[in-house]
């Protein structure tokens, strides 16, 4: 059975990996004026599933971490 360090530094990691997913969707959204431009639209929906799985994971690790108190 994991101790209480292990599952607060598991937590930490799905935290910080929530927030890598949410750059990453900033960082779509930072080229879609010239996706735009050349028709793509998908753009959009990408950095949509990616902010939502990097706030999910986000989430999930505040509640780990807090549940290893």
Request: aromatic share 10%; proline share 2%; hydrophobic share 55%.
């Given at each position: ?6 599952k607060?530094?598991?937590?930490s990691?799905?935290?910080i ?9 900033f960082?779509?959204m930072?080229?879609?004026p ?8 998908r753009?959009?929906?990408v ?6 799985a990097?706030l999910?994971m986000?989430?999930t690790?505040?509640v780990?971490?807090r549940?290893?108190?």
């Open positions: 059975m994991p101790s209480m360090e292990e607060r530094e598991g937590g990691a799905v935290m990996i929530g927030w890598v997913l949410m750059l990453f969707a960082l779509v930072f080229f879609n010239a996706a735009r431009k050349l028709g793509e639209s753009f959009q929906v950095a949509g599933c990616l902010a939502a990097g999910i986000s989430i690790g505040t780990i971490r549940r290893s108190r």
